[in-house]
């Protein structure tokens, strides 16, 4: 069986802003120790067991050459450009439709990863991918990744699970119900029950499964898979003719053949800015600065500056301060998640030219 990874990075990672930019979002940022833009990192972890043939990045038409340039070890064809932004549903029938072409009568899987995770041991990561592509390999199901939760989170969603399914120390569990991102206190019921997984967002499947789940539970979308081709010349009206929609609420949330595999390392989605201290060097009183800084008497802050002007800072106290060419942002760290406001406020003000 032909052992496939698409990796989605079509995303803006508003949350940060001002480094994330239209033409260089998040994954194309260098936002941990490592000195690797995050799409890099992601290829790099599975390529010691997904040849680069067999790894496919689907993102924006406008994010296709600077994806190109930032991994050049991949064939350019394997980097497909959606016709439209249309969420994660039509973007993985597309995905399929292309792979379907690709290898035709021939059995694949495929595993459906992220560009923007943070993600150790890689080693024990890749032990988990390939038990759970062995397991709907064999079982025909769905599965997807649940991290054991470490804290209350309110920023992710969460998976309910049921019996184990396997005998294995990597557990495959029922999935009993998909959860939206909860409360506060919604988040503590479920963190204290042990019952619950946080949804990591990638996916686990052979390609005749997908098809045929999404034929039944999406058939907007699922029945015209198979037109989804680059030799089809009416791929793009077919596919701007599909609403967007989320593969969670399209097949996770319908689907019969659910499962989800527990993680057995450590995983952090990198959400907003606040998020950089698990995974970045700080100095003796907890800042994490780059670029052209002097900072005096600063503490537990992310002072970062892009730009070759200088700045400063005197004082700062859990406080983000980000520099660019253009752009200047500040705020407390506990308000990270809220620059996405500062965001959609520049787009009601007619001040894209800064996205």
């Given at each position: 069986m032909i052992r496939n990874v698409v990796i989605m990075a079509g995303g803006?990672?508003?949350?940060?802003?001002?480094?994330?930019?239209?033409?260089?979002?998040?994954?194309?940022?260098?936002?941990?120790?490592?000195?690797k833009v995050m799409i890099a990192e992601a290829i790099d972890r599975v390529a010691?067991?997904?040849?680069?043939?067999?790894?496919?990045?689907?993102?924006?038409?406008h994010l296709k050459k600077?994806?190109?340039?930032?991994?050049?070890q991949l064939p350019k064809e394997n980097i497909i450009a959606e016709p439209a932004k249309r969420n994660t549903a039509p973007c993985l029938a597309l995905a399929a439709g292309i792979l379907a072409n690709k290898h035709?009568?021939?059995?694949?899987?495929?595993?459906?990863?992220?560009?923007?995770?943070?993600?150790?041991?890689?080693?024990n990561f890749r032990n988990t991918i390939s038990k759970a592509l062995d397991y709907v390999e064999e079982h025909?199901?769905?599965?997807?990744?649940?991290?054991?939760?470490?804290?209350?989170?309110?920023?992710?969603?969460?998976?309910?699970?049921?019996?184990?399914?396997?005998?294995?120390?990597?557990?495959?569990?029922?999935v009993v119900s998909f959860k939206e991102k909860p409360n506060e206190a919604t988040a503590e019921q479920y963190f204290s029950s042990g019952k619950y997984l946080w949804n990591s967002g990638m996916f686990f499947y052979r390609l005749d499964t997908f098809i045929d789940e999404m034929k039944l539970n999406a058939p907007e979308?699922?029945?015209?898979?198979?037109?989804?081709?680059?030799s089809n010349p009416d791929m793009?009206?077919?596919?701007?003719?599909?609403?967007?929609?989320?593969?969670?609420?399209?097949?996770?949330?319908?689907?019969?053949?659910?499962?989800?595999?527990?993680?057995?390392?450590?995983?952090?989605?990198?959400?907003?800015?606040?998020?950089?201290?698990?995974?970045?060097?700080?100095?003796?009183?907890?800042?994490?600065?780059?670029?052209?800084?002097?900072?005096?008497?600063?503490?537990?802050?992310?002072?970062?500056?892009?730009?070759?002007?200088?700045?400063?800072?005197?004082?700062?106290?859990?406080?983000?301060?980000?520099?660019?060419e253009d752009s200047v942002m500040s705020c407390y760290k506990k308000d990270a998640q809220h620059v996405k406001q500062i965001v959609d406020a520049m787009k009601a003000k007619g001040l894209e030219g800064y996205l």
């Amino acid at each position: 069986m032909i052992r496939n990874v698409v990796i989605m990075a079509g995303g803006s990672g508003e949350r940060f802003w001002p480094l994330s930019r239209k033409n260089k979002p998040k994954q194309l940022l260098e936002l941990t120790s490592s000195g690797k833009v995050m799409i890099a990192e992601a290829i790099d972890r599975v390529a010691p067991m997904i040849d680069y043939d067999n790894i496919y990045i689907i993102t924006g038409e406008h994010l296709k050459k600077p994806i190109e340039d930032a991994l050049p070890q991949l064939p350019k064809e394997n980097i497909i450009a959606e016709p439209a932004k249309r969420n994660t549903a039509p973007c993985l029938a597309l995905a399929a439709g292309i792979l379907a072409n690709k290898h035709i009568g021939k059995e694949q899987s495929i595993a459906v990863l992220t560009a923007d995770q943070i993600i150790e041991p890689e080693e024990n990561f890749r032990n988990t991918i390939s038990k759970a592509l062995d397991y709907v390999e064999e079982h025909g199901v769905i599965s997807t990744i649940g991290i054991v939760p470490d804290r209350a989170e309110t920023g992710y969603g969460y998976i309910e699970t049921g019996n184990k399914l396997n005998d294995d120390e990597i557990g495959i569990y029922e999935v009993v119900s998909f959860k939206e991102k909860p409360n506060e206190a919604t988040a503590e019921q479920y963190f204290s029950s042990g019952k619950y997984l946080w949804n990591s967002g990638m996916f686990f499947y052979r390609l005749d499964t997908f098809i045929d789940e999404m034929k039944l539970n999406a058939p907007e979308i699922g029945s015209k898979i198979e037109q989804l081709t680059e030799s089809n010349p009416d791929m793009r009206n077919v596919f701007e003719s599909f609403a967007g929609i989320s593969i969670d609420y399209a097949l996770m949330e319908k689907t019969k053949k659910a499962v989800v595999t527990e993680a057995n390392f450590h995983w952090d989605d990198l959400g907003a800015f606040d998020a950089l201290d698990r995974v970045n060097n700080t100095d003796g009183n907890g800042n994490i600065i780059k670029g052209n800084v002097v900072a005096i008497n600063c503490k537990d802050s992310i002072i970062i500056n892009s730009s070759d002007r200088l700045a400063t800072a005197y004082g700062l106290c859990n406080t983000v301060l980000i520099q660019t060419e253009d752009s200047v942002m500040s705020c407390y760290k506990k308000d990270a998640q809220h620059v996405k406001q500062i965001v959609d406020a520049m787009k009601a003000k007619g001040l894209e030219g800064y996205l």
